[in-house]
């Protein structure tokens, strides 16, 4: 079965500190990873995904992830903080051979990014 | 702008009472789909649709039901509403087979 982990209910980070919201996933096959933010109120907006190629992917707003294979993480991470990042981040995967009906996601990160 | 629309927005309803969620695109994706949000259960997937005409069930579809005539449209019914069906509901779909889905606003729907 395909599960996502995001062991961090909330992250604090100052403004202009780097960020790291943490995700690590479980799939049969080459997994495909997603990361989704999530403003109060509002849908999810896409920010970045890894289906294959380089394992650092670049995405919107200045983020990005690096996909690690051996230890089944797909990090986000941001090199300067800015307050209008506070958001809920979601984590989502799915097999390479599965529909994506089988995308699953995890429970959220809050990042709360002070000034 | 091109998106996903969803209505209402908002809603309180009686509990037994029939209830439709509307769900219209304008990207003329093929799939579509409906989740449901829960504080602690994060996004579950309900209800989904991979091309006009057809439907399938996802993680957690007793107590609710979707149809999908046409390409822009996705609704999605309770037939007699229940408390637990408290939630906030998110329409979404995706074009191709790796792309990444698009979300509605989404429905905040309380059943008392």
């Known amino acids: 079965a395909q599960s996502v982990a995001q062991p961090e209910d909330q992250v604090n980070v100052a403004e202009g500190n780097p960020l790291t919201v943490k995700c690590t996933y479980s799939v049969s096959g080459n997994p495909y990873l997603f990361w989704y933010v999530q403003y109060p109120n509002r849908g999810l907006q896409f920010l970045l995904k890894?289906?294959?190629?380089?394992?650092l992917v670049k995405g919107s707003y200045g983020f990005e992830a690096e996909f690690n294979k051996s230890q089944t993480s797909f990090h986000l991470k941001k090199p300067s903080a800015l307050v209008s990042d506070s958001a809920l981040y979601l984590c989502?995967?799915?097999?390479?051979?599965?529909?994506?009906?089988?995308?699953?996601f995890g429970t959220g990160t809050r990042l709360l990014v002070s000034p | 702008i091109a998106g996903i629309t969803q209505a209402p927005t908002s809603q309180i309803l009686a509990a037994g009472r029939r209830m439709t969620l509307r769900c219209t695109q304008d990207?003329?994706?093929?799939?579509m789909y409906w989740y449901r949000q829960d504080l602690g259960l994060g996004l579950r997937l309900i209800h989904y649709s991979n091309t006009a005409g057809t439907t399938g069930k996802g993680e957690v579809p007793d107590g609710y039901s979707v149809s999908r005539a046409n390409t822009d449209d996705f609704p999605l019914t309770l037939a007699s509403a229940v408390p637990s069906q408290t939630s906030v509901y998110f329409c979404?779909?995706?074009?191709?087979?790796?792309?990444?889905?698009?979300f509605g606003e989404g429905s905040r729907l309380t059943v008392l």
């Open positions: 890894y289906i294959t190629g380089d394992n």
């Open positions: 990207m003329r994706h093929n799939a």
């Open positions: 979404a779909s995706s074009d191709y087979r790796d792309g990444e889905l698009f």
């Open positions: 989502a995967v799915r097999g390479g051979n599965t529909g994506f009906q089988k995308l699953v």
